[in-house]
């Protein structure tokens, strides 16, 4: 499932706050797609977790050197805006050519976001798309990535010009409560922004289609009746030109959720395997995970605000005469709200990413109620591992900061072990699971 909190800060912050593999499109990793080793003679054996190779070792190992040096650089770049007092410039600049603070703060949002974004241009490429290339997990055309980096950079103006103005209002009229005020708004801003991502925003960088396949489109309704989800929306998308790595997921809110496939997962899982990818996002589904994440976000970004509003007064007070103003409201403060989100953001990763990794495992468990077919899940893990250089066994600083999903190592193991309908026992949603 898409991480909201992730898709809440792009949209809130803008294009420069975006982590590298969100510019990648999802891009993660690929590796020409190697025979399943396994040791199963029978669905009861348990499939063999394979070793990481060498090069997946190495794409594991620079992946964290390439994050830790991108979380820097996002902390840096508004810090740098800060210190030198470049945003108090830049607002003076837009003062002499606004005719009014609605044109004043147009014409800074603008500038210091096409500013940003272009700092941050040579990383971006790098990690979303050299580095790809450079191991073999790309099939993205420089044009391609270009057009998506430029549309990504006019979408984010467009809705940052439609909100930020809103929260300089907020603390300009209420300079103690603003974060309550813009933390009440949160949760409608939440599903609004899942209610148009997936119609709207989505399809600008990638075709959208009914599943073509409509065989297996007939199995997967079926499925989704014994999961009591009625009308279901099962797209595919061209991901291929973009990927060779395996995806799906669940996204959208209310009238807009689907589960979206992409080809290359299409093309590459059995039946059996297809199925079960598709019965875990079925359980986000069952399991209530889309509104319970937006109102798990929405609480994080609420105590952010709250920590920010309690943080900046003293940062304001100490460092005014470099910053080149003296109250959160004025614009120029913007780097220091986006560096203050972003510190905080990163703080409460370990928790939102437990969050994450809690619910992906309920799913997981779903799927395997919902289809019985643990060879099937386990086999489905084993592609997406060997498809994208993975690393089955990761150190607890990554899980800790940054698995959105239980390693993969852990998802084969639990798909060998669990089969409580073997006992006779019951399974944790067999209530929600039509026979």
């Known amino acids: 499932m898409k991480s909201l909190l992730q898709l809440a800060l792009l949209a809130f912050t803008g294009l420069w706050l975006a982590p590298i593999e969100v510019l990648a499109q999802g891009v993660q990793t690929n590796l020409i797609f190697q025979q399943v080793s396994t040791n199963i003679t029978h669905d009861t054996l348990a499939v063999t977790v394979p070793a990481a190779g060498e090069k997946a070792m190495e794409f594991y190992r620079s992946g964290n050197v390439v994050w830790g040096i991108n979380v820097f650089w996002r ?86 010009l439609a909100t930020w103005w809103l929260p300089f209002l907020l603390i300009r009229a209420s300079p103690r409560r603003w974060w309550f005020y813009i933390g009440l708004l949160l949760v409608p801003y939440l599903c609004l922004t899942m209610l148009i991502w997936p119609a709207v925003i989505d399809p600008l ?27 279901a929306h099962v797209y595919e998308v061209n991901k291929s030109v973009d990927t060779k790595t395996l995806n799906a997921y669940v996204t959208g809110f209310m009238g807009t959720k689907r589960i979206v496939i992409w080809d290359t997962t299409l093309r590459t899982l059995d039946e059996d395997e297809l199925l079960f990818v598709v019965g875990h996002e079925m359980g986000h589904y069952v399991l209530g995970h889309i509104v319970k994440g937006i109102l798990f976000d929405s609480l994080l970004m609420f105590l952010m605000l709250y920590a920010a509003h309690r943080l900046s007064g003293s940062v304001i007070g100490r460092f005014k005469e470099r910053f080149g103003f003296s109250t959160l409201s004025d614009i120029a403060a913007l780097p220091l709200i986006l560096l203050l989100i972003q510190i905080f953001s990163f703080i409460s990763t370990p928790v939102q990413l437990a969050f994450s990794r809690h619910q992906e495992h309920a799913a997981d468990r779903f799927g395997l109620e919902l289809t019985h077919s643990n060879h099937a899940a386990a086999t489905a893990f084993v592609k997406i591992q060997q498809h994208g250089l993975g690393n089955p066994r990761p150190g607890e600083l990554f899980i800790l900061w940054r698995a959105s999903h239980p390693p993969l190592g852990e998802r084969i193991d639990f798909c060998n072990s669990y089969r409580p309908w073997e006992k006779g026992g019951a399974g944790w949603y067999e209530g929600d699971i039509k026979p």
């Open 205 to 231: 960088f990638n075709k959208f289609q009914p599943l073509q396949d409509k065989a297996i489109e007939t199995k997967i309704l079926a499925q989704a009746g014994r999961a009591g989800i009625a009308g």
């Open 75 to 160: 902390m840096l770049i508004p810090a740098l805006f800060l210190f030198t007092g470049f945003s108090a410039r830049l607002r003076d600049w837009a003062r002499r050519r606004g005719r009014n603070w609605c044109f004043t703060f147009a014409l800074y949002f603008t500038a210091f976001t096409v500013l940003s974004s272009l700092v941050n241009l040579p990383s971006d490429y790098y990690g979303g798309f050299a580095r790809l290339h450079d191991y073999g997990l790309s099939n993205q055309t420089f044009g391609k990535w270009a057009g998506d980096t430029l549309k990504y950079l006019v979408i984010f103006l467009v809705g940052g």
